[in-house]
């Protein structure tokens, strides 16, 4: 397991090797050998309360435990996020799919635990029949919100066009399952798209 020690005397370390200039360390490596970039990385670390830079490690620490968003880290508030999660979708009604996949990919890095952006983005390479792709971006939306109606279905369907009947007809059955009452939209699709499969023989399959 990783393990971070976020103490102050531990950053205070941290920071003077990062100020040091007189021989070769992590950051060195890290810049490799841009002394111009290394150099206004040492100016922002040396203008940078040493509070500020303690209170960002820890929030680091947190977004690596998955306490915190890199939103919130960031103090991007959900608003902003849905803002442009509005003109993503409005990009991708339009058919503009790699504008809306790099805004969608975008907002799945700053809000990680959002279900919808994940969802999004299969829906967009489903749109381009690039259909593993979907079902992996589906897959880690059904992780964050399992009863995703519209995601189970949409998943199936990108299963059944990869001629994977089995893995199809359990995502129909489960989105079915949780559409007791018959009124979900996404659940008749799925029954709809089920019964096609069986009517084709591949029921058993």
């Known amino acids: 397991m990783l393990s971070l020690d976020f103490s102050h005397d531990k950053v205070k370390k941290v920071k003077r090797g990062i100020m040091s200039k007189d021989k070769p360390s992590q950051i060195d490596l890290f810049f490799g050998g841009d002394v111009e970039l290394k150099g206004r990385f040492q100016d922002f670390i040396a203008k940078t309360p040493q509070a500020e830079i303690e209170a960002n490690f820890k929030k680091f620490k947190r977004y690596l435990a998955g306490e915190m968003t ?46 919808y952006f994940r969802a999004a983005l299969g829906a967009i390479y489903q749109k381009q029949n690039q259909f593993q792709e979907a079902i992996d971006e589906y897959t880690m939306a059904l992780g964050l919100n399992e009863k995703e109606i519209t995601s189970l279905t949409n998943r199936g369907e990108c299963y059944m066009r990869l001629k994977n009947y089995p893995l199809a007809l359990k995502d129909f059955d489960q989105a079915a399952n949780l559409d007791p009452k018959g009124q979900n939209a996404w659940a008749k699709r799925a029954r709809v798209l089920k019964k096609n499969i069986v009517d084709q023989g591949h029921g058993g399959q």
């Open 70 to 115: 890199w939103a919130e880290i960031k103090n991007i508030s959900k608003e902003q996020l849905g803002h442009v999660a509005k003109i993503a979708y409005l990009k991708y009604k339009r058919g503009e799919y790699p504008v809306a996949e790099s805004l969608f990919k975008g907002l799945s890095v700053m809000d990680h635990t959002n279900w």
